[in-house]
């Protein structure tokens, strides 16, 4: 255990210095390998065998996916439609945030895109109407949390990757959880929006049949890709090429938006971000292999096994644990790293793989709105220019009913064993 002691605390200092969580993942696994004297040359075989997967090769193409079809200018369009649709009520430009966010969640599958997607047509527009901008920022930032959860989830493809779960079957398990959490964004967003007195009816001059026609190609496209996944067309990695495509497509040939000079920005754009999605998974692979050697994924399954006679102090326990992992890390090395403890101890509780990856997601997407790292805040605060603290206190409401959500996520299987004796 010593050694394994010396991995995580290794670890544990390199983020508070502040080194990068793909580097400090790497740098603590070589350094508990060679001081163990493991093998320095497991480190280049591990790296490779990291990412040689092939549903991981989802990630790069929705990546790619998410950003053609945001300069293609699908999400204005969209946002056009749902405040046509929903602008009459008081309250009318919350709900439409939070429902470009859940529609933006089937394109992007990453949070921060989201954010970066939406933030610049949704947080304007909000403050136009009253809206505190720190409560604008936060808004968006909530609700592209939702990205993570409904399919197609980059979380989701990884999580499926590690605990040998279909892809497709845990898309079509993030759906109905998805339309849970922002339901709840939506209702916490209307009541802060009323107790404040804020907003107004929006007159959208366009008629909304022309906003819809204009809305198709976009609207189309998450039945393009999950009808394709499901309808037995292609699999998800396949599905995200066609997303790429598909996206050009319309920038091109129908709203005419693309040029081929923006195709290089696009792929710069998108090569790195799955670059710094893809460094994680490499060296969060090789700490999982070293947390495994050195003893210390057995025995801290062991310590959780010691719960199991309490399954439900087990999963209070397992969500705190959670929680407090997504406040510092993001969802992938979160996988990464604590997979290969809870696997033995889900197949021991008889709880199903694909109903935890849900409930281990929606815990990573209430991190991506929770300080001190909060990626969605960040991003958002990027965007409006506005100080972090500000959107922090606007956040809460949202942390609160995204937690309402993840209760009822987690504990259903014993509701319903009380409720219906099933």
Not at 391 to 419: Q, T
């Given at each position: ?13 390199l ?17 508990v ?9 497991v ?191 292609f699999?998800?990695t ?59 994924v ?42 290969p ?18 409930v ?27 100080p ?35």
């Open positions: 255990m010593g050694l394994g002691i010396l991995l995580i605390g290794l670890f544990l200092a983020l508070l210095l502040r080194v990068p969580v793909a580097a400090a993942l790497g740098a603590s696994a070589v350094c390998i060679a001081a163990g004297g493991l093998g320095l040359q480190v280049s075989f591990n790296f490779q065998a990291g990412i040689a997967k092939f549903p991981l090769l989802a990630i790069p193409f929705f990546i790619l996916a998410g950003a053609v079809m945001d300069r293609a200018g699908i999400a204005e369009r969209i946002v056009r439609l749902l405040l046509a649709l929903m602008g009459g009520w008081r309250a009318g430009a919350a709900i439409t945030t939070v429902l470009a966010g859940m529609f933006w969640g089937a394109v992007s599958g990453s949070g921060p895109a989201t954010v970066a997607a939406l933030g610049g047509i949704l947080i304007p527009m909000m403050v136009r109407q009253g809206y505190a901008p720190g409560f604008a920022a936060g808004l968006v930032a909530a609700s592209a949390e939702l990205s993570i959860i409904i399919p197609p989830s980059i979380a989701l493809i990884v999580y499926a990757t590690l605990a040998s779960t279909s892809v497709a079957q845990q898309f079509w398990a993030g759906i109905l959880p998805g339309i849970l959490i922002g339901g709840l964004l939506g209702l916490a967003a209307v009541l802060v929006v009323r107790a404040r007195g804020w907003g107004e009816a929006v007159k959208v001059e366009v008629p909304r049949f022309r906003l819809f026609l204009e809305a198709v190609p976009g609207l189309l496209t998450p039945l393009v890709i999950l009808g394709g996944i499901y309808g037995g067309v699999t998800p396949e599905a995200a090429a066609v997303g790429v495509f598909w996206g050009l497509f319309v920038g091109f040939f129908v709203y005419r938006t693309l040029r081929p000079a923006h195709l290089v920005p696009l792929l710069v754009e998108a090569g790195v971000s799955s670059a710094v999605v893809m460094a994680i998974v490499a060296w969060a692979g090789i700490f999982a292999w070293a947390a495994d050697t050195v003893g210390l057995g025995r801290a399954s062991q310590v959780l096994l010691e719960w199991a006679g309490n399954p439900l102090a087990l999963m209070l326990v397992l969500n705190l644990f959670w929680l407090v992992l997504g406040m510092l890390l993001d969802a992938v090395s979160i996988y990464y790293l604590t997979l403890i809870l696997l033995p101890v889900m197949l021991h509780m008889g709880w199903d793989p694909v109903w935890m990856g849900i281990m997601t929606v815990n990573m997407a209430i991190g991506q709105i929770t300080p001190p790292v909060a990626v969605n805040l960040f991003v958002s605060a990027r965007i409006s220019g506005l972090i603290e500000k959107i922090w206190r606007e956040i809460w409401p949202f942390v609160l009913a995204s937690a309402v959500g993840l209760l009822l996520l987690a504990y259903w299987p014993f509701l319903r064993r009380v409720l219906w004796g099933s």
